[in-house]
């Protein structure tokens, strides 16, 4: 039954020369309505990744989407797990859009190269002329994870990130419209990476959207935890 599916994604506009990604990794992802769920933020790479404590710098809102309503949420300082809260009826969606961070590159050949390798050239303005000296790159990240309770299937919502992925169940199969700035994301790169339990090694599949900034996941294993994961950048 895909419902069994534990699943949790992130959109984000990706840095670093080693592309660490970010999620939210709840407690629970099947649970009864006023349950109390706890959310780690976790920071790693190839789906391997430790947990971070909350830190308010580090975000710019934090929240819950139920019943198509958004509700901030307020997390003591140095919180772990980062956030909590209580699930509501249905579907409920964490969510976290972090603060900008800086990174900054000994020059624009290397920036160039982390570009070309995250086949993300198609996005980049590139200079008429090669810049001198270090190049500094901004980034944000957008991030959402679902949790149901037990006498509903999950049902993802857009709840008005400027970077976002809307999901629909088709069979054992995900389908996924990416939206940046509220529009369909054409032709961008994507990752699927999926492990058996939390500290098995991760596959990964790198496939696009499409012309209407859809993707199909096929054949997903029950039981199995899945992150979803968009470089961006511009």
Known sequence: MLRKV???????????????????????????????????????????????????????????????????LNPRFAAKPSLTFNAGPGTTIGITESADFVVEYENYQSFFAFIEKEHLRSQLIEPAETPSGKTIESYRRFTKTLISTEAHAWQDSLVGLNFEWLLTREGSNLRGTLYINKQPAVNYPVKLFAKAAQTSAASVQKIKTDDMGEVLFTNLEAGYLYLITVPYTH
Request: glycine share 8%; net charge negative.
């Open 6 to 72: 534990l699943i949790f994604y992130f959109a984000t506009f990706m840095s670093t020369t080693y592309a660490h990604e970010f999620w939210l990794q709840p407690n629970a992802y099947t649970t009864t309505e006023g349950e109390e769920i706890q959310v780690n933020w976790r920071v790693g790479m190839d789906f391997q990744g430790r947990s971070s404590a909350y830190i308010p710098d580090m975000s710019t809102y934090v929240g819950t989407f139920q019943n198509g309503e958004l509700a901030p």
